[in-house]
């Protein structure tokens, strides 16, 4: 389990993180509301050790590495391991594209087993309508 820090650790860090805030955000009203949320979900992570190694799945596994890396963020690259390990995880992140575009395609087409009787149907119509062209003429 992990320990706080100290009361004056803490509050020590804060008036710096709103120093900081105020040279990214500026000063707004709502501006104690505002935080990088990948940053703070990558400190969350290292605290309690459940932040992936990117390097480390480059050697192991580097097709998870490389879609962790460059693809969206999602909640499944920290259950990749420490408290709280899914084994599903690796397999929610390979395929999370998947169940992003799945509502999208409502349509389900219908299944042939060769484009030839198409092409072979276009290849007539271009063929009548060639001879009633040129038939005219």
Known sequence: LCQLPSQSVMEKEVNEKKK?????????FDEVLKTEWLVYLDTLASFIGAKP???GLLCTDPWLALTIFFGPCSPYQYRLGGPGRWEGARQAILTQWDRVL????????????????????????????????????
């Open 20 to 28: 900081n805030q105020v040279q990214w955000f500026g000063l707004t």
């Open 53 to 55: 190694s990117v390097l």
């Open 102 to 137: 799945k509502p999208t395609r409502t349509r389900v087409p219908a299944g042939s087993s060769s484009s030839f009787p198409s092409l072979l149907a276009m290849l007539g119509f271009l063929l009548l309508l060639a001879a009633v062209i040129f038939g005219f003429q």
